[in-house]
């Protein structure tokens, strides 16, 4: 069985930083791509940034220089790294993972983590 678990969330003033892990467990063949997502209360679930395992990023326009996504492929682990954070960055971030399991390695599945909550203050 695979999961995510999601770490880092808190509680920061504008213009501060926060880091979000995420790591990967189970029985996993390989994961492409990984990334954040996030979701304000009574909004949609939007794309934050998403990287490969060969390192190619993409970001939305509203965190482009501020946030910098990473992984470590061996860990099975995103980071997102978020800097000048703003009160418009509120949000549930959310983990996503495309990932094929040995069990099943020819199909992709798309598995999210539980959401860890990042609350900017004015």
């Known amino acids: 069985q695979v999961q995510l678990v999601e770490s880092g969330g808190g509680l920061v003033q504008a213009g501060g930083s926060l880091r979000l892990s995420c790591t990967a467990s189970?029985?996993?063949?390989?994961?492409?791509?990984m990334g954040w997502y996030r979701q304000a209360p009574g909004k949609q679930r939007d794309l934050v940034a998403t990287?490969?395992?060969?390192?190619?990023?993409n970001y939305a326009d509203s965190v482009k220089g501020r946030f910098t996504i990473s992984r470590d492929n061996a860990k099975n682990t995103v980071y997102l790294q978020m800097n000048s954070l703003k009160p418009e960055d509120t949000a549930v971030y959310y983990c996503?993972?495309?990932?094929?399991?040995?069990?099943?390695?020819?199909?992709?599945?798309?598995?999210w983590g539980q959401g860890t909550q990042v609350t900017v203050s004015s």
């Open positions: 189970g029985s996993i063949e390989s994961i492409d791509p």
């Open positions: 990287i490969t395992s060969g390192g190619s990023t």
């Open positions: 996503k993972a495309a990932l094929r399991d040995r069990l099943s390695p020819l199909v992709r599945y798309d598995y």
